[in-house]
């Protein structure tokens, strides 16, 4: 039983690490602000719903599992209105929104 | 478990300095606050991996509960100050 749990800890929390770990590199190659909020609003918030619901399985049932998953549930809701919050108010401020260059292909 | 809690910590603290990059280096003031905000969503996993490594979860899980909304009003503070200033 514990290594069954011990398996989806592992799982989950790697899940979480790499989702983080893409959302980084995100945030610093995609071209412009709007791509570059989408990277860190989305995979950062995903990320950090795996990494916990890896602990929670890690923890057992418990009033911390509790507290954890509250955790999951207030980043789950506040990370994508903080991005979406930036992303608006640098569009209204006058930011430009990447397009293509035709001349570069 | 243990080493591996703590080898994903040590990866996450090397994580977590590539977003630093784009707070130093952003070509406007709202790519810093993103890479601040993303620093901060990776702060809370490295405070709840703290806890599990140290056996005080209990402790710590109210602290990245804190960091959380802190990471969150600071983010809807700045987007609300930004309102309210003119355009360079």
């Known amino acids: ?105 | 478990m243990e080493n591996f809690f703590v080898m994903i910590a040590a990866i996450l603290a090397l994580v977590l300095l590539i977003p630093f990059y784009r707070v130093y280096d952003g070509p406007t003031v709202f790519d810093r606050l993103l890479g601040s905000a993303a620093v901060g969503a990776k702060t809370i996993t490295l405070v709840l991996l703290f806890g599990v490594i140290y056996d005080r979860v209990d402790m710590f899980v109210d602290i990245a509960l804190g960091y959380a909304i802190l990471n969150f009003v600071g983010a809807i503070a700045m987007a609300k100050y930004f309102k309210s200033t003119r355009r360079n």
């Open chain 1, 1 to 105: 039983m514990e290594a069954i749990v011990n398996i989806f800890t592992v799982i989950f929390v790697l899940l979480g690490a790499m989702f983080m770990l893409v959302g980084s590199i995100g945030v610093n190659r995609f071209p412009d602000f709007f791509s570059r909020a989408h990277a860190s609003g989305k995979v950062d918030t995903l990320g950090i719903m795996l990494f916990i619901i890896g602990l929670m399985f890690y923890n057992g049932i418990n009033l911390i599992s509790l507290k954890l998953g509250l955790i999951a549930v207030f980043v789950g809701m506040t990370s994508p209105v903080a991005a979406h919050a930036l992303a608006r108010r640098a569009l209204i401020h006058g930011v430009k929104p990447w397009k293509r260059n035709e001349k570069e292909g």
